[in-house]
């Protein structure tokens, strides 16, 4: 199993649609979960981190979930910019902090 | 903001060739990072640094080594350059930002090794 695993997609969906993914994560004592957004040939930016509460950006909402180890961004009322890769972070527990990526899902936002 | 500076962006090599792709960030991190992206297969982390002049190996250090002699500048080095090296190539710097811990990744070396 993958140490960090999205599913792919692509997610096509109308403008003013609201789109969920999940990421799911294979080391229990994993402390720190982010999202990042890439855009096509851009580096990763982050998006938001995600607390074990949840949180909410705006229209942009993360949840954790340890007991099923999967997080989750939930993308309401799409716009065509949200068009990118969303990339799932999870730091390597262990002591020090090593992210791992999972290798993003694609999202296309259509009018 | 944080700046992550790659200073090469697009590199055309030939096989066998040294190479050295350079990245500065200049927040007094400590924590960088090098990683390649490849399409279908995501970000993978090559080598790593928590201080200077330490380095640790990532998942594929094979035909990569990297320095680290000052905080802010982490280098990567391809020995002999091959055509599966061709690739995207990230640094990334990892500090304390306003949602905890974050990484701060440079825009990318785009480099082709024929």
């Known amino acids: 199993r993958k140490e960090v695993e999205q599913d792919p997609g692509p997610f096509n969906v109308p403008e003013g649609a609201t789109v969920a993914f999940n990421c799911t994560y294979s080391n229990s004592a994993s402390q720190s979960f982010f999202w990042y957004r890439q855009d096509c040939r851009k580096e990763p930016k982050l998006l938001m981190s995600?607390?074990?509460s949840g949180n909410e950006d705006g229209r942009f909402t993360a949840q954790l979930n340890r007991a099923s180890q999967y997080i989750s961004l939930l993308i309401r009322d799409s716009k065509l910019s949200d068009s990118a890769t969303y990339l799932c972070v999870v730091n390597r527990a262990g002591g020090s902090y090593i992210p791992t990526f999972g290798r993003g899902t694609s999202l296309i936002v259509h009018p | 903001d944080v700046k992550v500076t790659q200073s090469s962006r697009y590199l055309v090599k030939r096989t066998g060739e040294k190479v050295f792709l350079e990245c500065v960030q200049d927040?007094?991190?400590?924590?960088m990072f090098w990683y390649r992206q490849d399409p279908g297969l995501g970000l993978r982390l090559i080598y790593f640094s928590y201080d200077v002049k330490m380095k640790e190996k990532g998942d594929i250090p094979e035909g990569y080594s990297v320095s680290r002699e000052k905080k802010e500048r982490f280098s990567l080095i391809l020995e002999s350059a091959s055509t599966n090296q061709t690739s995207m190539y990230l640094c990334a710097s990892e500090g304390q930002g306003s949602s905890g811990n974050t990484i701060y990744f440079g825009e990318g070396s785009w480099l082709t090794v024929v």
């Open positions: 995600v607390y074990s």
């Open positions: 927040m007094d991190h400590e924590n």
